[in-house]
């Protein structure tokens, strides 16, 4: 028998026994078996999207039984990449309020530091300006009052055995020019003098860490954070005060925005807007760095928490958001920069900020329309030479993935 008459005949074979199902389930139960599920029942394959491998390299292994929630998450990216994606991710601190809480917190750091050197994972370590006590006053400490506690907490570190290769990347105070912090009453000079008092601290006892700034790109009111009205304006008055030599990297900071469904206009989506590559250019030569890195992403969904706001991108859109912020980290590398681009990928859809900007949940890794995307995306910084970094974090239960 021909492979085509072998085809034919099984198909008829399905259609007569789905047939003979429907008669025998209207006899017992008087219920019409109608043509919709009679196509449920021959063909009920659950829709998979065709991931390649992003790399050429073997994944990193023991990652899903690691202590850190973004370690395990990086599993995932190495599930849907079927290889392996980064050895960089981003991770958070904050102050110490005192010389007894430096310790404690310095002891959390050191066990996360640790678990990342176990695998092979360099942390791009973000230090943001608050504490138990709520956010540090950028003036304050640029008066020296938290400087004992920095010192104690590096020393801290240090005496926990890790070494300047251990501590990965070290960025105080990011995102300064935004309205997040308590920085009121400061001036970009005020924010120069808070680094360079933070970075001398932890260069005393770990002399050649890599050290960062990130700003972001747009620069807003200390009183208005509206996100249509930054102004993309020269970092220069943020980091010409800071040592030279302090650090080995500049980072820039741009994310797209779109208005809710209840609103009008084009918001900004163009990387060369949010993530333009001359204000990040201009402000690494002050500093007389070569590095750059960007950190943004691509959001699937936004205004979240209110179903009449919410609006969601496409695939296809998101993809081009993407290819439209690695051209801007291509333009860096043709001006002879090393160019990172870390992805924001964390769900934060639930809370305050209502924006999801993950690419799929724990349930649907493989099958989510997003995956691709991002696989893709992978693929061409590979082909570009742009190094990648992430943040994300695994959580144990109640994800609230999109896809």
């Known amino acids: ?44 394959s659950p829709s998979v999207q065709v991931t390649g491998d992003c790399s050429n390299l073997k994944p990193i292994v ?52 640790k678990e990342f050197k176990k695998h092979g994972v360099h942390p791009l370590v973000i230090i943001e300006p608050s504490s138990d006590w709520g956010l540090v006053d950028f003036t304050e400490f640029s008066s020296g009052f938290y400087t004992p506690f920095i010192q104690t907490y590096f020393a801290e570190l240090k005496a926990q055995g890790l070494t300047d290769a251990d501590m990965g990347t070290w960025v105080p105070f990011p995102e300064a020019n935004l309205p997040y912090w308590n920085n009121q009453s400061a001036t970009p000079a005020t924010y120069a003098t808070d ?69 009008t206009g084009p918001g900004i989506v163009d990387a060369a807007q949010y993530l333009g590559y001359d204000i990040a250019s201009e402000a690494a030569d002050s500093l007389g760095t070569k590095e750059i890195w960007y950190n943004t992403g691509s959001f699937h969904s936004k205004y979240t928490l209110d179903a009449s706001n919410t609006i969601t991108v496409p695939p296809a859109k998101r993809a081009d958001i993407l290819n439209g912020i690695l051209a801007q980290a291509n333009k860096l590398k043709k001006n002879g920069y090393s160019v990172t681009i870390n992805i924001f990928a964390q769900d934060k859809s639930g809370v305050t900020e209502a924006t999801d900007w993950s690419y799929w949940n724990s349930d649907t890794i493989i099958t989510s329309p997003d995956s691709p995307v991002f696989t893709s995306f992978v693929r061409s910084t590979n082909q570009s030479g742009i190094k990648l970094s992430l943040f994300d974090i695994a959580h144990s239960s109640g994800n609230t993935g999109n896809q």
């Open 1 to 44: 028998m021909k492979p085509r008459e072998v085809f034919i005949f099984s198909l008829l074979f399905l259609l007569a026994s789905a047939y003979a199902v429907g008669v025998v389930v209207q006899s017992m139960t008087d219920i019409r078996l109608q043509a919709p599920a009679l196509a449920s029942l021959i063909h009920r």
């Open 62 to 113: 023991g990652l899903s039984a690691s202590s850190s929630p973004e370690l395990q998450k990086l599993a995932e990216y190495q599930e849907v990449c079927h290889s392996f994606v980064t050895d960089q991710m981003m991770i958070f601190g904050d102050m110490p309020k005192d010389s007894v809480d430096a310790k404690h917190r310095a002891d959390i750091m050191a066990t996360k530091l």
């Open 195 to 263: 680094v360079n008092i933070y970075l001398r601290a932890l260069r005393a006892q770990f002399p050649k860490t890599r050290t960062s700034i990130m700003l972001n790109s747009a620069t807003y009111d200390s009183s208005d954070f509206n996100w249509a009205n930054g102004e993309y304006v020269s970092l220069l008055p943020y980091v010409k005060g800071i040592d030279k030599g302090l650090v080995t990297s500049f980072g820039l900071q741009g994310f797209p925005w779109l208005p809710n469904a209840k609103q």
